[in-house]
């Protein structure tokens, strides 16, 4: 195996080698060519006068706009994330740190009110003013939620104890079997204090059909403190078990000292089923509210420059959200590094074993169809740009890039599909089972197992789509030099990021993992830098961007140093992020600190 491996590294090391080639040949005459352009041949510098006034040059109150954005960079880049890693977690500091960040949201949207109503409207009818109130009251009304759910106790692990445990019943699932035992052992140890209404104490057996039908005297809550304790018990270990058939008991309310407040009331009046509708509500906020976040930072930095006015919304568009998606697409590489989906097997894992036998996509068919999904709605969208015209050369391009992108997210969710993967080996089946199968030796018949590798998809064609979108980019014609560099910046991202997602498929293909743990290949961290630094890139290569580049004297290697730069920050940051979340969860669960070690399970 040992040889196998090394050989297979030294050919893979010499296919590359020979595809750089061309590229080290032509080294020379494209920097040569480089050269030429910086020193006589420089994108003419517009007039300055020609440029629109911008809140960036605005010379008043510059101290409010700042502190703005540091405060809305802090809260929704810092503060945001944790609460939504705590609030998936159900920690116990979730309600903390949510109202932390509604104080500092509150404070930057004052320092903005207070700064619009001080300068001139520089960008009238914008859209980060009404897509900030947006998500502002969204994220509102998710923390109002949270507030009644922690109150009624149903958003923690384990039920509030502000509330008897009598009210834990309307919320947590009871079997019927559990029901039944808990009957018998009630009756059995308290037959003698606790007397049947109709009982003569004449040694009627307590166990008796007509008697079994009977209600108890003891009333709800005046239970002994040892059937209470039971009662909890059960209910906590019935909490770990998914297979029993379960039913909603509900129980009576014990009065409380929180009955009385208004939250109080008002979570006692939504019914069962209501909350399941709100739970669902507070949980896609909690998986959509930071991307809804990271676009109101974007269209922050546009209104802010002043970007993408009239004609060039398309541009704007077109650059902004395909970059916006390759950087969501690096953050969940990096996830599935640090072992996020993990249930899924999507961290480079083996998927742990489930009582539930529903189909679960893959990493790699989810990755081909958004693809698809991407060609297939931008396809049409590609002329919005030069509608009313005839289409253009470039027009013609950027379609053609997506019929890749359709055609190449197709492959990737045939490929994944396990029927389809059964009907190609039909020839082989049909040849095999031309001879019984006493017909082979032991030896032979270890060829008829399937091999190792169909254990783990092995899927490039995802990678394959992205490396020729940053081959095609990074060559593409441009109208200045600072657009080329920087078109051919993140052409070259996507290029290198492909490159290593295509080393970890051999890493996959040679040793397969074998472990539930994610197995966290170094080259998936490449991958991650890669998607997110080129995505940030990307959407900078916009005509309004570049302009604004040339404008202010900025060159396309200041902006890439400083885009690599905060990549770097970023990604530490998510992992710190994961981590968190890691520790909320142990934080919050009952099991004890070793039982977290799977090797003493084992």
């Given at each position: 195996m040992g040889l196998a491996v090394q050989a297979a590294l030294k050919l893979l090391a010499l296919v590359a080698v020979a595809g750089a080639l061309p590229a080290v040949l032509a080294h020379g005459s494209e920097d040569e060519g480089a050269m030429d352009m910086d020193m006589g041949q420089e994108d003419p510098k517009p007039d300055p006068e020609s440029y629109p006034p911008t809140y960036f040059?605005?010379?008043?109150?510059?101290?409010?706009?700042?502190?703005?954005?540091?405060?809305?960079?802090?809260?929704?880049?810092?503060?945001?994330?944790?609460?939504?890693?705590?609030?998936?977690?159900?920690?116990?500091?979730?309600?903390?740190?949510?109202?932390?960040?509604?104080?500092?949201?509150?404070?930057?949207?004052?320092?903005?009110?207070?700064?619009?109503?001080?300068?001139?409207?520089?960008?009238?009818?914008?859209?980060?003013?009404?897509?900030?109130?947006?998500?502002?009251?969204?994220?509102?009304?998710?923390?109002?939620?949270?507030?009644?759910?922690?109150?009624?106790?149903?958003?923690?692990?384990?039920?509030?104890?502000?509330?008897?445990?009598?009210?834990?019943?309307?919320?947590?699932?009871?079997?019927?079997?559990?029901?039944?035992?808990?009957?018998?052992?009630?009756?059995?140890?308290?037959?003698?204090?606790?007397?049947?209404?109709?009982?003569?104490?004449?040694?009627?057996?307590?166990?008796?059909?007509?008697?079994?039908?009977?209600?108890?005297?003891?009333?709800?809550?005046?239970?002994?403190?040892?059937?209470?304790?039971?009662?909890?018990?059960?209910?906590?270990?019935?909490?770990?078990?998914?297979?029993?058939?379960?039913?909603?008991?509900?129980?009576?309310?014990?009065?409380?000292?929180?009955?009385?407040?208004?939250?109080?009331?008002?979570?006692?009046?939504?019914?069962?089923?209501?909350?399941?509708?709100?739970?669902?509500?507070?949980?896609?906020?909690?998986?959509?509210?930071?991307?809804?976040?990271?676009?109101?930072?974007?269209?922050?930095?546009?209104?802010?420059?002043?970007?993408?006015?009239?004609?060039?919304?398309?541009?704007?568009?077109?650059?902004?959200?395909?970059?916006?998606?390759?950087?969501?697409?690096?953050?969940?590489?990096?996830?599935?590094?640090?072992?996020?989906?993990?249930?899924?097997?999507?961290?480079w894992n083996v998927r742990p074993k489930q009582s539930s036998q529903k189909w679960r996509p893959t990493a790699e068919f989810a990755e081909g169809a958004l693809i698809f999904t991407y060609g297939s709605t931008n396809i049409f969208l590609e002329h919005l740009g030069n509608a009313g015209n005839e289409f253009s050369a470039q027009d013609l391009e950027h379609i053609s890039i997506t019929v890749l992108f359709i055609g190449g997210g197709l492959l990737a969710m045939l490929i994944e599909s396990t029927r389809i993967r059964e009907l190609l080996n039909t020839t082989v089946y049909e040849a095999a089972l031309a001879h019984p199968s006493h017909a082979y030796s032991d030896e032979e018949r270890e060829a008829l197992d399937a091999p190792k590798q169909y254990e783990f998809s092995v899927n490039p064609i995802p990678a394959l789509v992205i490396m020729l979108l940053g081959i095609m980019m990074s060559s593409h014609t441009q109208q200045s030099m600072v657009s080329s560099m920087v078109h051919k910046q993140w052409g070259n991202l996507l290029t290198g990021a492909s490159f290593a997602r295509g080393f970890t498929y051999v890493l996959v293909y040679l040793k397969p993992p074998r472990s539930i743990l994610p197995s966290r290949p170094p080259t998936e961290l490449l991958t991650a830098f890669g998607l997110i630094a080129g995505g940030t890139i990307f959407m900078a290569s916009a005509s309004d961007t570049v302009s604004g580049m040339i404008h202010y004297d900025l060159d396309a290697m200041f902006f890439y140093t400083v885009t690599t730069g905060f990549v770097g920050l970023l990604m530490a940051w998510v992992v710190v992020l994961l981590a968190l979340k890691g520790w909320a969860v142990r934080k919050e669960s009952s099991r004890s600190l070793r039982s977290w070690n799977l090797i003493s399970r084992a």
């Open positions: 040059s605005h010379p008043e109150h510059v101290v409010e706009i700042y502190a703005h954005i540091a405060l809305m960079v802090v809260g929704w880049v810092i503060m945001l994330p944790i609460a939504v890693l705590f609030s998936i977690a159900r920690s116990r500091y979730t309600l903390a740190i949510q109202f932390l960040f509604l104080c500092t949201n509150a404070i930057g949207i004052l320092l903005g009110i207070t700064y619009n109503a001080n300068t001139p409207d520089l960008y009238p009818n914008n859209a980060h003013h009404k897509l900030g109130w947006l998500v502002t009251w969204v994220i509102s009304a998710q923390v109002v939620i949270s507030v009644v759910g922690h109150v009624a106790g149903v958003m923690g692990r384990k039920s509030s104890q502000e509330f008897g445990k009598e009210e834990r019943q309307a919320f947590i699932p009871v079997s019927t079997e559990a029901m039944a035992e808990h009957q018998r052992m009630n009756d059995a140890l308290y037959s003698q204090p606790y007397r049947h209404s109709n009982d003569s104490g004449q040694g009627t057996e307590p166990n008796t059909a007509s008697l079994r039908s009977n209600s108890v005297s003891t009333a709800v809550g005046q239970e002994p403190p040892i059937e209470l304790s039971d009662r909890q018990v059960q209910y906590e270990n019935e909490d770990e078990d998914e297979d029993v058939d379960v039913h909603f008991k509900p129980a009576e309310m014990l009065p409380s000292k929180s009955a009385s407040s208004l939250i109080s009331r008002l979570s006692g009046k939504i019914s069962r089923r209501s909350w399941k509708v709100i739970l669902y509500a507070y949980n896609f906020i909690d998986r959509t509210i930071l991307i809804l976040g990271y676009i109101a930072l974007c269209t922050g930095i546009i209104t802010f420059a002043r970007f993408f006015e009239g004609h060039g919304i398309f541009s704007g568009l077109a650059h902004w959200i395909k970059g916006g998606i390759f950087f969501w697409y690096g953050i969940l590489t990096l996830g599935r590094w640090s072992g996020s989906f993990g249930e899924l097997g999507w961290a």
